[in-house]
C-alpha cells in the first residue's frame, strides 16, 4: 500500500485556449490551467485518467471514476493524491518509475508492521 502525490498537478494540463492577460499593462499568455480555475479540475483528471490508461493500463470503473485498476493494484485518484494498493514490485518498478517520468511526485508506503502513512491528511496504519 502507498500514498502518491503529483506536486502542481493543475499546471501540468495545457489550456483548452491560451488566455490572455494583462499583469502590471503587460499582455500575458496563460497556457497552463491555474489553481480554482474553473476547468482545470476537470482537464487534470482526464489528463491523470489518460496516462494511467496508455502508460499503466489501468481500466476506471464506470460507477466510481476516480476508482481505477490492473491485474497488479488498484488506486483511488483524489485530485492531486493517489492511494495505491497492489503488488509491492508494481508499485516500485513500474508505477513509480512511470509516475516520476512524467510528473514531480512526492510518495510514502507502508514499509511493514507498525508502519504508517498518510492520505487526505488521515493516518493509515
Not at 35 to 57: D, H, I, N, S, V
Not at 64 to 78: G, K, R
Request: hydrophobic fraction near 40%.
Amino acid at each position: 500500500m502507498g500514498t502518491l502525490d503529483v506536486r502542481d498537478a493543475f499546471l501540468q494540463v495545457e489550456q483548452d485556449d491560451p488566455v490572455l492577460v494583462y499583469l502590471q499593462g503587460e499582455p500575458c499568455i496563460i497556457k497552463r490551467n491555474l489553481p480554482g480555475q474553473r476547468l482545470g479540475a476537470k482537464q487534470w483528471f482526464l489528463c491523470l485518467k489518460a496516462f494511467f490508461t496508455e502508460q499503466l493500463g489501468f481500466t476506471f470503473c464506470q460507477e466510481q471514476p476516480c476508482l481505477a485498476q490492473t491485474p497488479q493494484a488498484t488506486i483511488m485518484i483524489h485530485v492531486d493524491g493517489i492511494l495505491f494498493v497492489g503488488l509491492k514490485s508494481f508499485w516500485n518498478d513500474v508505477f513509480l518509475k512511470k509516475m516520476k517520468e512524467r510528473f514531480t511526485v512526492s510518495h510514502h508506503g507502508l514499509k511493514g508492521v507498525g508502519s504508517s502513512m498518510a492520505f487526505l491528511r488521515r493516518k493509515i496504519p
